[in-house]
Every structure is written in C-alpha cells, then in structure tokens.
C-alpha cells in the first residue's frame, strides 16, 4: 500500500505565497504519474499540475506561470504557489500513479488516472 500525506496549507493574502509538500511513503515502480488536485466547496475537482518520471510536467492554464511542481531526489512532491489569487482557494490533494517496467508510461506527456490520493491540505487566499 501507498500512503500520501499532504502539508503546507494555510491562509495568506493574495499576491503571497505557499508551498505544499506531499509525502509518498514508498515509490512501487520507477516509472510513475504524481499530481496535485484542487477542489473547491461547490465545484468539481480540477486537476493543477502533474509531473512524471520521464521529466514531462503540465499545469492547468488557470495556474501556469504562477505554480511549479517539482520532486526531490527522496519521496517529497512540492507545489510553489506563487502569486496567488482568492480563486486558488480549495483544498488541494497529492495523487499517484505507479506503473510496472512492463507498462509504458500515457502517451502525450499525459497523467489520465491516478490510484492513491492524500487526505488533502486547505488553503485559503483572502483579497
């Protein structure tokens, strides 16, 4: 089993910023799909950024050129908030995805489907 934990949340004005931690209690593969989700109250949730073994990342639109997501060389996934906005508002959730040397990684660069989820970490921007 996987184990995610997410930290880092917290309330800060907009224009600040925040960085999100996300601990992975063990890689099951080398090849995997880490993400972070958001999900505000009343809406659906929205995918934020990903980032996969092989060095591809993507972002959402809404938070390209304000947010980064990045690994350490350990079982640490990080997302820079910067600049951030009362519409970031949302807890947002680490997710996984490990796949076997016999399977390839999404074609496209893509992450289409994650496994194992964190329990979330709230973060509130306040105009």
């Known amino acids: 089993q996987v184990q995610l934990v997410e930290s880092g949340g917290g309330s800060v004005q907009a224009g600040g910023s925040l960085r999100l931690s996300c601990a992975v209690s063990?890689?099951?593969?080398?090849?995997?799909?880490l993400g972070w989700f958001r999900q505000a109250p009343g809406k659906e949730r929205e995918r934020v950024a990903s980032?996969?073994?092989?060095?591809?990342t993507r972002y959402a639109d809404s938070v390209k050129g304000r947010f980064t997501i990045s690994k350490d060389n350990g079982k640490t996934l990080y997302l820079q908030m910067d600049t951030l906005k009362p519409e970031d508002t949302a807890m947002y959730y680490c997710?996984?995805?490990?796949?076997?040397?016999?399977?390839?990684?999404?074609?496209?660069?893509?992450?289409?489907?994650?496994?194992?989820w964190g329990q979330g970490t709230q973060v509130t921007v306040s105009s």
């Open positions: 063990r890689f099951m593969y080398s090849k995997y799909c």
């Open positions: 980032t996969r073994s092989d060095g591809i």
């Open positions: 997710a996984a995805r490990f796949y076997s040397p016999l399977i390839s990684l999404p074609v496209g660069g893509t992450c289409p489907e994650y496994n194992y």
